[in-house]
């Protein structure tokens, strides 16, 4: 599961520097992409968040990473914190590039999610550089039953700017922002819950399972990332378990609604809210889970990009990047192969 069981040699093999590599290859995990000028940038977990480049989203090149150091406030926060970041989101508004990242305690939700703008992703340019503006919002053990982590932004048709998150608990969460990005406009004593497994908030947390961590619960589900497609806006979100190497059963699930806030539901009518959703992609016997995708729209297409568990490379993550066909319904599909 994304509350990131990810061991020391999974940390290294994602953290080294290497030359271009294909997709299908290069180790990822939680990708997200956003195209400047002529090139793609790709950001990822990673210490100081990983980041890739490419012209053509087939070859990619490491480059530095966002931070040389963790920013202050994420060691305040969290004290276990070592500087590697998950699950990072880019978005771009107000003229600048917003880019939201989570970092957390191992198996609790002891966890934050801060923001840092830059003018340009070209790190040629002169005007270069990544500004951090700190914590966002912020779950704690006994106060919130939600986790905040895995963000992801998408503005509304006035351009407000909404964010989704969360990871196991009581499920994904949608808080409203300041026009600036940077602040929580919305009472997160009480925020909705647009996507779980269970199949009401009052339900109580189901209990882990296998060797998972027993704060978490069982509630599997995180990694949202809303898109919109003509009228609807879309509610991917990511079910079972990642991080397992060939034991993982990660997959994505999706719903629909014409309103930002929801309710999104699936191709039967059931909310995401209420343990609804219709499957979009599972794994096979080449990649063993597939999730925590990301949607982007590009010369003239729709691309998911997300993260699978090679069955050929000891269940290593790797970055995958597969277009999207809408059906005659409006439903995305997608093939793995």
Known sequence: MRLKLINLLFSFFISISVFAQPTGKLAVHD???????????????GHGIAV??????????????????????????????????????????????????????????????????????????????????????????GQTNWNAIDPNIILDKKGTPYMSFGSFWDGIKLVKLSKDGLRVEDDITNIP?????????????????????KDAGGNAIEAPFIFKHKDYYYLFVSIDYCCKGVNSTYKMIVGRSKNIKGPYLDEKGIDLAQAGGKLVLAGNENWHGVGHNA???????????????????????????????WDKQGWPTVKLN
């Open 31 to 45: 990708p997200v992409m956003i195209k400047h000028q002529d090139t793609y940038y790709l950001f990822s977990t």
């Open 52 to 141: 890739s480049s490419s012209r053509d989203m087939i070859n990619w090149k490491r480059e530095k990473p966002v931070f040389s150091v963790p920013p202050q406030w994420t060691v305040e926060k969290v004290p276990t914190f070592k500087g590697h970041i998950w699950a990072p989101d880019i978005a771009f508004f107000n003229g600048k590039y917003y880019l939201y990242y989570s970092v957390s305690a191992f198996g609790k939700n002891t966890s934050g999610i801060g923001v840092a703008t830059n003018v340009t992703l070209d790190k040629d340019d002169p005007n270069f550089k990544w500004q951090d503006h700190g914590l966002v919002i912020q779950s704690i053990p």
């Open 193 to 213: 819950t647009i996507a779980s497994r269970k199949k009401s908030s009052k339900d109580p947390n189901p209990p882990s399972v296998d060797d998972n961590p």
């Open 295 to 325: 949607v982007v729209h590009t010369e003239n297409q729709d691309y998911i990009l997300f993260h699978g568990y090679d069955a050929k490379d000891a269940g290593r993550s790797k970055l995958l990047i597969k277009k999207i066909t």
